[in-house]
DNA sequence: CTGTGTGCAAAGGGTTTGCAAGTAC
DNA sequence: GTACTTGCAAACCCTTTGCACACAG
């Protein structure tokens, strides 16, 4: 069974070589998130123009989400399965390793409790974090 | 007593007419992050490069930070008087109002205590969060 | 006076839009 | 066949760099 296929088929999106490949790219980082720079190197012909449009579509049906991180870089991550065009559930930490660049979806550390001031509503939190990650403290 | 004046030499930085005017907008904005439009919009006459690189170099110098929200648009906030050159003491939230846009410091909703996997190396924490801001609420 | 900041021009990088041709369903 | 997707060109916006002149200290 094709995870891929599966994910578009899902989202109701047309089942494209193009973004087979870039939903793939993303399957096999799925922890990770990825730059556009990253995917572009990562792909063997590609069009930028219609990269951008994919990433644009994928994020809109809820395939991918913007992984908020203290880089200026724009990240893209992919989501859970139960994630829906206009419900992102993706309320867990992202951690920017300052040494590799690499940016690490932390599922397990998720949203800790949040108290507002009064009158303010909350509809989602992302937790930026940044430091060093495990594989580059390894080597050190 | 100049509050502009006595940041600029709080932090070596030259005094210079248009470094007090763009100071003197975020001390004005003191709760909120501004886009570079925003400051634009409100400057009467102005360079954009020069603005560019002020901003950098207020950043640089503890001045202001990059505030961390989940628009893609870079917004900068006034430092604490404690900020140094190489200490960014700016773990505050920013809290994203989808409705009027506005990103808002809230100093009051300091970072939690965070559990990273092992290996992890924690040195930022930055909370994004986003909703409805107080008045915004206000109004409906 | 000296080193820093400013203003202008130009260039660079990322991203979006328009449109014709191609393709999934 | 029809609607959506792709590929190319061009444009757009944000941001940076280089350099001569102006100005703060």
Redesign the interface.
Known sequence: MDKAVQILSQHKLRKTPFRLDVLKLFLNNSTKGLTTHYIEESLEDFDRITLYRTLKTFEKSGVIH?A?D?S?T?KYALCHDDCTAHNHLDDH?H?LC?QCGETYC?E??IR???????????????????????SC??QS
Chains 1, 2 share one sequence.
């Open positions: 913007v908020i203290t200026q724009t930490a951690f300052n932390l397990n550390v800790p409790e949040i108290t507002l001031p009064s009158d303010y509503t909350l509809s989602s939190a992302h937790l930026a974090l940044s430091g060093i990650c495990s403290n390894a």
